[in-house]
Structure formats: structure tokens, C-alpha cells
């Protein structure tokens, strides 16, 4: 969602123009400085989110520069009841879990049994590897009845951990699926 | 949360027991401020001093795993006080309930016990009921087989003393807390607890919850603004992702897991929908038969049928009796009996307990497939600390996924509010949601059994999967609308009086037009009216309208069920459905209908003796249980020592640890007890900076840098003892592993005195691996045990014996 810029920046640039008549000059670079990322936040497009950490549901706003089409500014939201856009240490540190952090993977990556490195490959290859790892391993295991011949239809050898760290409808797709699978040993970070 | 985190604010006193709110909820603990700023107590018992401590009016130090002896003493104390709000226990509770006579409890145990299984036969764990099958009472809480009165006599053994004894805290401090929070059994007051991880991570989790559970229905704090029990979870979507249930015991909306002796559907919702033959019991679970069939629908699509059961005989049966946890998982996996597991945005190298034996599981792989935005040491396990990679069989797949702010979806708070995210950006490089992962790679297993064929391929071929857009990418908004549920058949329905057609294909508006024959599909019953039937996504609403001032904020978001911010509301009201309080007056029932919150049900209060409800609707007698049979160890909580504790005999019984959690019996599976060779008493936490094992915060220079690395908070007087220094090396050792780390000396720990000697505890926090930063330090969970509740396995994080050695 694209939100109008805020009033209260505008109240920020004010007091720093203000400031900007004494003589120590490090501190007018520095208003500048805030001024021309507030003046890039103006003309930014502007979504909200929330964040990824606890679960208080603390409302963010993520600010895109429309030339780069990159995050260059994720501060609180306001609007936000929960949290009146007031964040906490890892909240306030949210732009580092964007592209901008080095750490990020953008690979996938595949390590062959007893090699000692990481390759690189692409999804389809990934895919289609994995597709032929799970079907081979639930056809070779499945239980399809029990010791007292009870229908039970599940794949005991294959498990499914996380995520409470993704979205509502990405949780459902994994619990539709690992129990069209077979699966059984399901779990995720509710329980640790 | 049965309330939610604005709502805090509304309280008269706050006891935070079993959460650090001020470092791990920092906007949570806003409003617990907001709350005392206006007046309200707080009060904050743990095993150390904490920043949330220093905030509160007072803290309290407890030994760690013996919160039901500290909350037990209360409820004597409550009782034998007459300090319980008498209305609210007589009516909305079973406390008048007469006991069936064979119910018995002595030395620690329950009646039904099997030593062998460490189970209980619930035989003797009922009611007494007349003719017409409905449970006998005496509203004059006297009958001595009354619930009430065993409950009484339960506590009775939970003396000062006692209690005092077991949990390391003074006399004075008990009674200090006790006075305070029985003040709140006023009808017109409010008291509400706070917990989080330092209550559901012990063998006795889930009763130290039932616990304070009970205290709050003995005052009256359920159903009301500024009450409930309020669990403070600690992951962004970990109420969304348990609604949903990625969970062995669960399917979406926590319907059960079929299991193997319920071979048909008939048999299966015989055995999931309860009965009621009290005409004042909504019983709302007796329409159990229509959510289930309807998420069979979600889960199948058209071949689904009345004639093959809705494909019931398709899902996968749990073994009776058996269980599937992260502990099982393991545990299995280390027996090598696990050859493929998928690990979406979770450590468990770091995170699970037991880690020596968590890493050496990872090893038996055959694959392994992880999904998420940074490396972690799960994934890079074959290359650890100790791992030669050429030994190592296991094929590995590291899938880049997006971040956050990378896609689109909702995402629920522990309040239950779940709010819609929006896209801001792509995410780098290849990486996609790890929606889009699930999506692709099923796609990939369905093609290859449409070729193929295999066993049982009939649920992956029928799985209904069909939530992409033109681009092939996920849409959100038709996974979102499935889980809201459809119309699969053009159905006559009556709505206020008035007939009407409701047309195949469009949005079901509640749960309560939801159908058990098939006409309707819903992907999760709870969040059914998450869209209007005009298609608007209630998720996204951003009004800021709050018409009580109570801060329920009707408009924005959508909490489940139905949109009602405080759940079991009704009970906010006395029998005439007229507000116990006034002042904060969330519901009330006027000319004919509820006004204010959502309520728990359209039905008049239960001074209605012809049309009216009781207000616990989805109990199935209608009121709250302060017995509560459903427990695995007992209906009343009893203290039992930690799996490892400082103590050789329970100073309550003879049962010395909970006789019904289960054992693990590898050979990496050491415990300790009472041992001289680990004598102190260790728990483990986390800090502002980081979260969880760290996973994501380690990789961030700005909080590493304040976070950087391993410690043990030891006390002023055991570093004396140990001739250890402040920030000095040091190595923590339990029965299981090692932790290297270094010793902060602090007086935010103080030696207990339990049992007439000095115990001493410890703590560490949990958030490092050994992958990033590089010589850092590793997991704290070396030391843990694999030991879990004996009703939800949550693992025992957070009471253990440890040594602690200068290195």
C-alpha cells in the first residue's frame, strides 16, 4: 500500500533548518543530509509491512527510491496502533535484513554427498533433483497399513520443520501439502 | 493471547511470571507502562533480575521449574481467604460439579496411573450426572466430592512453608504477591498474566498455564478487558503458523490428526464432536462434522465426494497413542529411521535441545532441503565444528528465500491480529518466497506421480494446488480466499428471517454458513470472514476508530474468530449480561442484543433460561474448567521437580519428576540428577539484540556488535566461591555437553535457599552458532536436555544442572 508522506517529517526538516545557524557545521552536513534522505522518502513509493521478529505485529514502512527501485529506509509506522510506530533495537535494525545486507542468499545452492563445498545451481535443476529425492523415499518407506493392518497411509522417513518465521497463506500451502505427502514428523517453532 | 497487546493497558495489576517483556516485547511492555502509568501494579517473579524487573514496583526471585508450587500457594491462599469473585466461580466455571466418587489423588498421583506407560487411565477423571445426562451440582460449593472442595483440599498441602521452601522465595515476598493479585477478584478489577518462553519450556509447561489459568477464573479475570492469560509469543507469524498447524497433532484450525483406530469419516467425527444434553450449552464444537468436510474440500477440491468420504482414507493416520514432536523427530532421526527432512526458516543445530545429539541426527541423512535468507548452521552442518565432510552422505540444498518485505501476505500477532504485509521490492538475485518454493517443488513431485505413479498417489495427484497467477508465480490473494473458504454449490440459506441464494464460487462470509455435505470448502474454519462476501480483505483494514476507548480497534485488521478482540466476553457480564465493571465496558447486553465487542455467540446471557447460554461456548458443559481432565499428568496441576534438579526427593510426594512426561533413552540422552558433579541450577534466555538462535540477527553488524558473543551470569557469591572473575573464560558442562563462554558476575542473581541449603542458579542466553560470527562462540543447547511436556513436548530449556569451570 502506498501511503501519503507524513506530517511529522515535515516538522523534522523544519527543526533542522533552524538549527543550522550555529557555527559547528558537522551537525548542518548531518541535517543536510537527513533532509535530502527526507526529501528522498518524499518522493519514494511507500508499503507497509510488519515486522519479523516477535510477535507484538509492530507496523513498518518500507520506503523504495523510485530510480533504483531499492529499500533505502524502513522506519515505524505511525498509523500503527500496536506500536504507534515506536520500534525496538531489532526493529529499528529492519533495513539490514534487505538486499542491502551482503549475507543475503541469492543462490541456491547444493552440496553433493562427501564433497566438501557449496555449487551453485539453478531452480529447476533444484526442483526437479528434490521432486525425484522425496518420491523415491516415500515409495521405498511408505506405510500403508499398520501392525494391525489399519489403513494409515503415511511416510514416517521424510520430515517437515518451520516456519513461524513466513506468511499465514505460505504456513497453510506447506500444511495442505506435507499432508497430501504423507507426512507425519511435521513440526515447527511453535513447539521451541 | 486471549486478549491482545493494547489491552494491557486496561489492567489493574500485571504479574509478569515467565517472560523478560521489557528486553524480548519492548512494545508489548509499552503498554504494560501505559497500565501503570495509570495506576495499575506490576509485578515481575523470575530467577534474575532483568530490565523488565527494573521497571516493574517489584521482583521477585523463584528458582527456575517451580512455578505451580509458587501459583498453588495462591490459590490456597485465594480460597481459604474467600477471596474468589463467588458469582463468577458459581456460574461460568464447574466448580459447583460433583466428581465422580472414584476420583482420588494421594502421595503425587492421580487415580488411574500406569507406571509402565507413564499414562493415567482417565476413567475416574469425570462428572456425576443425572437422568437426562447432565452434570450434577451444588451451587453452594459445599458437596465435599464438589470441585470446589477438591480443589480446596488439593492446595490445602501448599502451606507458606512449603512452598516457600521448594521455590526459594521468602515468605513475606509470597504473601506479598498473593495479596496484590487476589485484590483483582473485585468485580469491577482486572488482573492479567503475562508469560512467554520461560513458562512453556519446562516438563511442566502446560500446567504451570493451567495453573494461573485457574487463579484467573477463582478471580474472575477471564473474558474481561485488562484480564485473560496472555502468552507473549516470540515469533512474528508463530500464532499464524500454529492456526494453521505445521503441527503433527493438528490439521488448519486445530482440528485433530486422524489416527489409525479411526478407520472412516463417521468414525472420525463421532469421536471429534462432543455432545451436550445441557439445552443452555452452545457446545459450538458440535458443528465440528461441518468444518472438517469443509477443509477436506480445501484440501482435495472436486475429488473430494460424499461417496469416497471426502477423501478421508487418503490422510495420513497417526499411530494411537504415539507422538511426532521435534523431540520424536530427532530422536528418530539419530536411530536413523529419518532419511529426508525439509527445514523452512528454522536452526535446529542451534535451537533444538540437546545439540550434540540434534548435529549427529543431521548426519544420517540421506537429504536435506533448508530454505532461508541467510546461511545457518543447520544447513552447514556437514562442515561444523568437529564434522569431517567427506564422511558425511547427506545431499544438501540451501534455497535462497525472499525476506519479508520481499512478498505479500499476512501475518498474525499473538493477539491475533492478522495484518496484510505488502511487497515493496523483489528479492535479490534468484530468491523467491518460500511460498513459491512449496508451490514449485510440489509441482515438480505431482508431475513426477502423474508420470510415474507409486504408492498411495492419490492424495499427492488430488492434492488441490491450483494458486498461481498467469506468471506462475504465488498469488496470495487466492491461497488467502481458499483459507477464507468458498461456496461449492449454489445453497439456500436464511439469513435474518430472509431466504436467499448464495451462489457457487463466491466467498463464504462466516464459519457459521459452513456445511458438512460438501456445498462449502474452507481452508482454515478460524479464519473464515477474514474477506466479506463482496470480496474486501478485512486483513488489510486500517481504521483507527475505537468506540469503548478500551483500544480494541475494531476496524483495524482481522482477528480470529469473527473479528472479536477479547474472547469468552460473555463472561465481562453477570447472568443478566450487565457489565461486572462498568468502567471498562467491553460488552452488554441492551434491548434485546449485545452491544460492543464481537460477542462469543448472538444467544442471550444465561439468566435466559429459555433461549440464553452459558458463556464459555466452546467448553462442551459451557463454563470454564478449574477441573480439567484433559491434561496428561491430572485435573488439578501438582508440583513435580525438573527431569534435573538440585533436590533427590519432591519435598510435596513421592513422585520426585512429572510421572507422565516421556523419557529418551539414546545413549546421548545423559541426565543428572541432585549430582554433585553439576550442582547448580541453569536456565537460558535470549536479549534484545538477537532472536531466537540468532539465525537472522548474527548476520547483522549493527545488533552483533552489541550482542557479540557467549556468557554466563553467575552471582556475586557463587564467583567468590569459584574464584572467578568478571569477564573472565569460563566452561559451562552438564551431563550432555559443553558451553564455552565468559563469566559475567552480577547481582542479578542471588543463591536460594531451598530445603534448608544454599542452591545457586545460573543462566545463559541461547542465540549463538558456530558458523557466523567466526570464532564466536556455539550453541547454548549442548547442555539441555531431550525432555519435553507430557501434553506438548516443548522442550526443557530452562531448568537443568550445570557445573561452571574457570578454562
Known amino acids: 500500500m502506498e501511503l501519503t508522506r507524513r506530517g511529522f517529517l515535515k516538522l523534522s526538516g523544519a527543526v533542522g533548518a533552524s538549527s543550522a545557524l550555529g557555527l559547528n557545521f558537522k551537525p548542518v552536513n548531518a541535517y543536510a543530509a537527513e533532509l535530502s534522505k527526507s526529501n528522498r522518502i518524499k518522493s519514494s513509493k511507500q508499503y507497509t509491512t510488519i515486522c519479523a521478529y516477535c510477535s507484538c505485529g509492530c507496523g513498518l514502512i518500507c520506503s523504495v527510491d523510485n530510480l533504483t527501485g531499492k529499500i533505502f529506509?524502513?522506519?515505524?509506522?505511525?498509523?500503527?496502533?500496536?506500536?504507534?510506530?515506536?520500534?525496538?533495537?531489532?526493529?529499528?535494525?529492519?533495513?539490514?535484513l534487505t538486499e542491502a545486507n551482503k549475507h543475503r542468499l541469492t543462490k541456491v545452492r547444493y552440496r553433493a554427498p562427501y564433497s566438501d563445498k557449496w555449487e551453485e545451481k539453478d531452480w529447476d535443476w533444484a526442483f526437479s533433483r528434490i521432486a525425484r529425492l522425496v518420491k523415491d523415499t516415500r515409495d521405498k518407506d511408505f506405510v500403508t497399513t499398520n501392525a494391525q493392518g489399519r489403513l494409515v497411509n503415511r511416510t514416517e522417513s521424510i520430515a517437515h520443520l518451520g516456519s513461524s518465521n513466513i506468511d499465514n497463506e505460505e504456513c497453510w500451502l506447506i500444511s495442505q501439502s506435507v499432508r497430501a505427502m504423507g507426512l507425519v514428523y511435521i513440526d515447527h517453532q511453535a513447539r521451541v | 493471547m486471549t486478549n491482545h497487546y493494547i489491552d494491557l493497558k486496561n489492567s489493574d495489576v500485571i504479574l509478569i511470571m515467565g517472560s523478560n517483556a521489557a528486553e524480548h516485547?519492548?512494545?508489548?511492555?509499552?503498554?504494560?507502562?501505559?497500565?501503570?502509568?495509570?495506576?495499575?501494579?506490576?509485578?515481575?517473579?523470575?530467577?534474575?533480575?532483568?530490565?523488565?524487573?527494573?521497571r516493574c514496583d517489584y521482583h521477585v526471585p523463584i528458582r527456575s521449574g517451580t512455578d505451580i508450587a509458587f501459583l498453588g500457594g495462591m490459590i490456597k491462599y485465594i480460597i481459604?481467604?474467600?477471596?474468589?469473585?463467588?458469582?463468577?466461580?458459581?456460574?461460568?466455571?464447574?466448580?459447583?460439579?460433583?466428581?465422580?466418587?472414584?476420583?482420588?489423588?494421594?502421595?503425587?498421583?492421580?487415580?488411574?496411573?500406569?507406571?509402565?506407560?507413564?499414562?493415567?487411565?482417565?476413567?475416574?477423571?469425570?462428572?456425576?450426572?443425572?437422568?437426562?445426562?447432565?452434570?450434577?451440582?451444588?451451587?453452594?460449593?459445599?458437596?465435599?466430592?464438589?470441585?470446589?472442595?477438591?480443589?480446596?483440599?488439593?492446595?490445602?498441602?501448599?502451606?507458606?512453608?512449603?512452598?516457600?521452601?521448594?521455590?526459594?522465595?521468602?515468605?513475606?515476598?509470597?504473601?506479598?504477591?498473593?495479596?496484590?493479585?487476589?485484590?483483582?477478584?473485585?468485580?469491577?478489577?482486572?488482573?492479567t498474566e503475562?508469560?512467554?518462553?520461560?513458562?512453556?519450556?519446562?516438563?511442566?509447561?502446560?500446567?504451570?498455564?493451567?495453573?494461573?489459568?485457574?487463579?484467573?477464573?477463582?478471580?474472575?479475570?477471564?473474558?474481561?478487558?485488562?484480564?485473560?492469560?496472555?502468552?507473549?509469543?516470540?515469533?512474528?507469524?508463530?500464532?499464524?503458523?500454529?492456526?494453521?498447524?505445521?503441527?503433527?497433532?493438528?490439521?488448519?484450525?486445530?482440528?485433530?490428526?486422524?489416527?489409525?483406530?479411526?478407520?472412516?469419516?463417521?468414525?472420525?467425527?463421532?469421536?471429534?464432536?462432543?455432545?451436550?444434553?445441557?439445552?443452555?450449552?452452545?457446545?459450538?464444537?458440535?458443528?465440528?462434522?461441518?468444518?472438517?468436510?469443509?477443509?477436506?474440500?480445501?484440501?482435495?477440491?472436486?475429488?473430494?465426494?460424499?461417496?469416497?468420504?471426502?477423501?478421508?482414507?487418503?490422510?495420513?493416520?497417526?499411530?494411537?497413542?504415539?507422538?511426532?514432536?521435534?523431540?520424536?523427530?530427532?530422536?528418530?532421526?539419530?536411530?536413523?529411521?529419518i532419511k529426508g527432512l525439509f527445514a523452512y526458516g528454522t536452526d535446529p543445530a542451534v535451537s533444538s535441545p540437546n545439540t550434540k545429539k540434534t548435529r549427529k541426527a543431521l548426519e544420517k541423512l540421506d537429504w536435506l532441503v533448508c530454505a532461508n535468507i541467510f546461511d545457518n548452521e543447520t544447513a552447514s552442518f556437514w562442515f561444523g565444528p568437529?564434522?569431517?565432510?567427506?564422511?558425511?552422505?547427506?545431499?544438501?540444498?540451501?534455497?535462497?528465500?525472499?525476506?519479508?518485505?520481499?512478498?505479500?501476505?499476512?501475518?498474525?500477532?499473538?493477539?491475533?491480529?492478522?495484518?496484510?504485509?505488502?511487497?515493496?521490492?523483489?528479492?535479490?538475485?534468484?530468491?523467491?518466497?518460500?511460498?513459491?518454493?512449496?508451490?514449485?517443488?510440489?509441482?515438480?513431485?505431482?508431475?513426477?506421480?502423474?508420470?510415474?505413479?507409486?504408492?498411495?498417489?492419490?492424495?499427492?495427484?488430488?492434492?488441490?494446488?491450483?494458486?498461481?497467477?498467469?506468471?506462475?508465480?504465488?498469488?496470495?490473494?487466492?491461497?488467502?480466499?481458499?483459507?477464507?473458504?468458498?461456496?461449492?454449490?449454489?445453497?439456500e440459506v436464511t439469513e435474518n428471517g430472509a431466504k436467499k441464494i448464495m451462489n457457487k464460487g463466491g466467498l463464504v462470509p462466516t464459519f457459521g454458513m459452513l456445511r458438512s455435505d460438501g456445498t462449502t470448502s474452507c481452508g482454515n474454519w478460524i479464519m473464515s470472514g477474514s474477506f466479506g462476501a463482496d470480496g474486501e480483505n478485512?486483513?488489510?483494514?486500517?481504521?483507527?476508530?475505537?468506540?469503548?476507548?478500551?483500544?480494541?480497534?475494531?476496524?483495524?485488521?482481522?482477528?480470529?474468530?469473527?473479528?472479536?478482540?477479547?474472547?469468552?466476553?460473555?463472561?465481562?457480564?453477570?447472568?443478566?449480561?450487565?457489565p461486572y465493571n462498568p468502567k471498562r465496558n467491553i460488552l452488554e447486553w441492551k434491548d434485546g442484543k449485545w452491544v460492543g465487542d464481537v460477542p462469543d455467540g448472538p444467544w442471550p446471557p444465561m439468566a435466559d433460561k429459555e433461549k440464553g447460554k452459558y458463556p464459555f461456548i466452546m467448553k462442551v458443559d459451557g463454563v470454564a474448567s478449574l477441573f480439567g481432565p484433559a491434561m496428561a499428568e491430572g485435573p488439578f496441576p501438582e508440583h513435580y521437580e525438573p527431569l534435573e534438579g538440585p533436590l533427590a526427593k519432591n519435598p510435596l510426594s513421592s513422585q520426585l519428576i512429572n510421572p507422565t512426561i516421556e523419557l529418551f533413552s539414546s545413549d546421548l540422552d545423559q541426565v543428572a540428577n541432585a549430582s554433585d558433579k553439576f550442582p547448580y541450577v541453569c536456565t537460558t534466555y535470549s536479549c534484545t539484540e538477537h532472536w531466537c538462535s540468532g539465525a537472522l540477527t548474527r548476520w547483522q553488524a549493527w545488533l552483533l556488535e552489541m550482542q557479540p558473543e557467549l556468557y554466563v551470569e553467575i552471582s556475586e557469591e557463587l564467583a567468590r566461591e569459584l574464584e572467578i572473575a568478571n569477564g573472565s573464560k569460563v566452561k559451562v558442562s552438564s551431563a550432555r555437553g559443553e558451553a564455552a563462554c565468559i563469566a559475567m558476575v552480577t547481582k542479578r542473581f542471588k543463591p536460594f535457599t531451598i530445603e534448608g541449603r544454599t542452591v545457586h542458579q545460573v543462566g545463559l542466553p541461547f542465540n549463538y552458532g558456530w558458523l557466523y560470527p567466526e570464532d564466536g562462540s556455539d550453541s547454548t543447547n549442548f547442555l539441555t536436555p531431550t525432555v519435553g511436556d507430557a501434553n506438548t513436548f516443548c522442550p526443557e530449556y530452562k531448568a537443568f544442572m550445570v557445573n561452571v569451570t574457570r578454562r
Not at chain 2, 439 to 450: S, V
Not at chain 2, 469 to 487: F, R
Request: with cysteine; charged share 20%.
Open chain 2, 25 to 54: 516485547h519492548p512494545l508489548a511492555f509499552k503498554w504494560i507502562m501505559r497500565a501503570k502509568d495509570a495506576g495499575a501494579r506490576v509485578i515481575h517473579v523470575d530467577p534474575r533480575y532483568t530490565r523488565t524487573s527494573a
Open chain 2, 538 to 578: 478485512k486483513m488489510a483494514r486500517r481504521g483507527k476508530e475505537d468506540p469503548t476507548g478500551l483500544g480494541l480497534y475494531p476496524n483495524w485488521s482481522f482477528v480470529w474468530p469473527v473479528n472479536r478482540r477479547i474472547i469468552y466476553n460473555r463472561a465481562s457480564c453477570d447472568i443478566n449480561g450487565k
Open chain 2, 386 to 491: 568437529g564434522v569431517d565432510p567427506k564422511q558425511v552422505k547427506t545431499e544438501v540444498f540451501l534455497l535462497p528465500a525472499a525476506a519479508t518485505m520481499e512478498k505479500e501476505g499476512s501475518q498474525s500477532n499473538s493477539g491475533r491480529w492478522v495484518q496484510w504485509k505488502y511487497k515493496a521490492v523483489t528479492p535479490p538475485g534468484d530468491a523467491i518466497s518460500c511460498g513459491d518454493i512449496q508451490i514449485r517443488m510440489m509441482d515438480a513431485i505431482k508431475a513426477l506421480y502423474a508420470k510415474e505413479g507409486g504408492p498411495s498417489a492419490e492424495p499427492i495427484l488430488n492434492l488441490k494446488w491450483n494458486y498461481k497467477d498467469i506468471d506462475g508465480n504465488m498469488d496470495v490473494l487466492k491461497v488467502s480466499k481458499q483459507i477464507n473458504g468458498y461456496w461449492e454449490a449454489d445453497v
Open chain 2, 194 to 337: 503475562c508469560y512467554a518462553l520461560g513458562w512453556t519450556h519446562h516438563t511442566s509447561g502446560s500446567q504451570n498455564i493451567r495453573t494461573m489459568s485457574i487463579i484467573q477464573l477463582l478471580l474472575g479475570n477471564m473474558g474481561i478487558a485488562g484480564g485473560g492469560i496472555n502468552a507473549l509469543r516470540g515469533e512474528p507469524n508463530v500464532q499464524g503458523s500454529t492456526d494453521h498447524c505445521i503441527l503433527y497433532g493438528n490439521l488448519p484450525g486445530y482440528l485433530k490428526m486422524p489416527t489409525a483406530s479411526l478407520a472412516t469419516l463417521e468414525q472420525y467425527l463421532t469421536k471429534n464432536t462432543p455432545t451436550s444434553s445441557d439445552p443452555q450449552s452452545a457446545n459450538y464444537y458440535q458443528n465440528y462434522p461441518n468444518f472438517f468436510v469443509s477443509w477436506l474440500k480445501s484440501l482435495y477440491g472436486d475429488a473430494a465426494t460424499p461417496e469416497n468420504g471426502f477423501g478421508y482414507s487418503w490422510l495420513p493416520k497417526l499411530e494411537d497413542g504415539k507422538h511426532y514432536s521435534q523431540l520424536h523427530l530427532f530422536d528418530r532421526m539419530y536411530e536413523g529411521a
Open chain 1, 73 to 96: 529506509n524502513i522506519e515505524g509506522d505511525p498509523e500503527n496502533p500496536i506500536n504507534e510506530g515506536a520500534l525496538c533495537a531489532k526493529g529499528a535494525g529492519f533495513f539490514d
Open chain 2, 80 to 191: 481459604e481467604g474467600n477471596k474468589f469473585f463467588r458469582d463468577y466461580v458459581v456460574n461460568y466455571t464447574n466448580a459447583s460439579f460433583l466428581v465422580n466418587p472414584d476420583f482420588s489423588f494421594e502421595d503425587g498421583l492421580f487415580s488411574g496411573y500406569d507406571a509402565q506407560k507413564r499414562s493415567y487411565n482417565k476413567e475416574t477423571w469425570t462428572f456425576q450426572k443425572d437422568g437426562n445426562g447432565i452434570p450434577l451440582k451444588d451451587p453452594t460449593l459445599k458437596h465435599p466430592q464438589c470441585v470446589f472442595q477438591l480443589l480446596k483440599q488439593h492446595y490445602s498441602r501448599y502451606t507458606l512453608d512449603k512452598v516457600s521452601s521448594i521455590t526459594g522465595v521468602s515468605k513475606e515476598n509470597l504473601l506479598k504477591v498473593y495479596e496484590e493479585y487476589s485484590a483483582t477478584g473485585a468485580p469491577d478489577k482486572a488482573g
